[in-house]
């Protein structure tokens, strides 16, 4: 799991859970919390800004992922990015291109769904 640290004595450190890696192989990992634009979070040991506002459960990259690339949470690739995402960015459908099966869209294509 990674988790954002933070002093606020010499003596004592706090844990903030700020962010769930659900799986060792993982490239995003979801907000405990909201996100504020702006805020830095710890990646790899790394301070990183968060670009853009991030709602709770949501993903943000922990690894650059490239155009192209598998997009991992719980171990599995669950879509591939539409263009690079930098660590510390919000991964949602914007820069996310789903691998879901057509059977769980709406958009006409599931051949499970009656035609209106």
């Known amino acids: ?12 450190e706090t844990v903030v ?12 990992a979801a907000a405990t919390t909201t996100l504020e634009a702006g805020e830095s ?3 790899g040991g790394r301070a990183v800004a968060v670009p853009v506002r991030v709602p709770t459960g949501h993903k943000v990259a922990v ?3 490239a ?3 598998k997009v991992v949470k719980y171990g599995a690739p669950i879509g591939s990015a ?7 960015e919000y991964v949602h459908t914007h820069n996310l291109a789903s691998d879901y099966l ?3 869209t709406l958009d006409g ?8």
């Open 1 to 12: 799991m990674l988790r954002e640290h933070m002093t606020d004595s010499p003596e004592r």
């Open 17 to 28: 859970p700020r962010l769930l890696k659900l799986a060792p192989e993982d490239n995003v």
């Open 41 to 43: 979070i710890t990646l």
């Open 63 to 65: 690894a650059p992922i």
């Open 67 to 69: 155009a192209g690339e």
């Open 82 to 88: 539409t263009r690079d995402i930098g660590p510390g």
């Open 102 to 104: 057509p059977t769980y």
């Open 109 to 116: 294509s599931n051949p499970y769904l009656p035609d209106d």
